[in-house]
């Protein structure tokens, strides 16, 4: 008898929820919830990233949703992709639909009566005491809704003398020409091992591929400006380009790689233009979502308008919104414990704390916070987080 297969809709990676204002890790919600409960439980577990056959992503996605026993959603950040598929599967099957999500997020009117199983996602990460819990929901969910013959599709619900659709037997969905999963997997191993010609290589056809996937354009745009071929402008000039179709986007990711890249130019150029870009970027994407980030990026930019500026109101200005800014990401995160340092995110957010607590005045946190870099960062981040600074403490003079 054939193994009964579970399709899971989500996004993936580390996403930023603009309702929240959190970082949620939907990795880590699949790996260590999801799938594991959904295994036990006696189903083939499959994420709509790890669909059969780049060739066939819509199809092999479109054949999950329907034919797969079970599908469970999980719409934390609001993912529109998993919204949507969500409702093509409560339009073509009656019941055995699991939708997850965080619980201090937006809740759709049109969801609200359905049950959904929640978890609170902490603002930097998922709580083990929290997977645990959530394993247990889950499991004990997908055994409720496998004794009984419950309609969950809103759409079965209230509209009589609906039938369910079929695929063919014939299909043929099943085509074994690789994982997008491991070509995405590939592209980012070889972004974090610096061969950045090949990671743009791979992002740049995965995008073309998925062209509504914003993080393949994201992840091809930064492997591009890292790369500096054939020289560091027109890296970054490309960079730009590739970030275009994506321009006036509320992502914030998209607005601090926007800003990364006119940054970068005005100090390959020292065009004004640049830098006003650069600085209209990071405010975006600061003000959407307080990521420190794009928030030191934003400051950091304020700070180098502030030192050409030849108004002296308008330097007073600049640099006090700096400080503001500043003070708010400090304030934000400098309850952040070694303990909880364990990823690349929160190593950079320890060495933006040290930055802040400099520009503040408060050197004993700052010497505190940038021994704790030291001992966690690699040679790179180390040299990248050295130069921003070392320029920064000259346009302070401290």
Not at 16 to 24: Q, V, Y
Not at 35 to 60: F, H, M, N, Q, T
Request: with cysteine; net charge neutral; hydrophobic share 35%.
């Amino acid at each position: 008898m054939a193994q009964k297969t579970c399709f899971v809709v989500m996004g993936y990676g580390i996403r930023p929820d603009l309702t929240t204002g959190k970082r949620i890790n939907l990795d880590r919600i699949y790996h260590e919830i999801i799938k594991p409960v959904v295994e036990l439980s006696g189903y083939k577990c499959i994420r709509g990233d790890e669909v059969l056959d780049s060739g066939l992503i819509d199809e092999s996605m479109y054949y999950g949703i329907l034919e797969s026993d079970l599908v469970v959603a999980d719409l934390t950040t609001l993912n529109p992709n998993a919204i949507y598929e969500l409702g093509v599967r409560h339009g073509v099957r009656k019941r055995m639909t699991i939708i997850m999500m965080e619980a201090h997020d937006m809740f759709f009117f049109d969801l609200n009566h359905i049950r959904t199983i929640t978890y609170n996602h902490g603002k930097r990460k998922i709580s083990p005491k929290e997977i645990k819990t959530a394993k247990k929901r889950l499991a004990q969910i997908i055994q409720a809704i496998e004794k009984d013959n419950q309609t969950d599709s809103p759409l079965y619900k209230y509209v009589d003398g609906l039938s369910e659709p079929s695929l063919s037997e014939s299909k043929n969905v099943v085509k074994r020409n690789g994982q997008l999963f491991e070509r995405i997997r590939e592209a980012v191993v070889l972004r974090k091992k610096k061969e950045f010609t090949k990671a743009k290589d791979l992002f740049k056809k995965l995008s073309e591929e998925v062209p509504s996937e914003l993080f393949f354009r994201q992840q091809w745009a930064l492997c591009t400006y890292k790369d500096q071929k054939p020289t560091n402008k027109a890296a970054l000039l490309d960079a730009e380009k590739i970030l275009e179709p994506i321009t006036g986007t509320i992502d914030p990711e998209t607005n601090g790689l926007q800003g990364a890249v006119y940054k970068r130019l005005y100090l390959e150029t020292s065009e004004m233009a640049y830098l006003d870009k650069a600085i209209e970027s990071y405010s975006k994407a600061f003000n959407l979502y307080d990521d420190y980030y794009t928030g030191e990026n934003y400051a950091y930019c304020l700070n180098v308008k502030a030192s050409v500026s030849s108004d002296e109101e308008e330097k007073r200005g600049l640099n006090a919104i700096a400080k503001l800014i500043r003070k708010k990401i400090y304030t934000t995160n400098c309850d952040i414990v070694e303990e909880e340092i364990n990823t690349e995110y929160e190593i950079w957010m320890i060495a933006t704390l040290a930055t802040c607590a400099k520009a503040l005045g408060k050197g004993e946190e700052y010497k505190r916070f940038e021994k704790l870099f030291q001992s966690k960062a690699d040679s790179f981040m180390k040299d990248s987080h050295g130069k921003q600074q070392e320029s920064l403490f000259k346009l302070l003079k401290i």
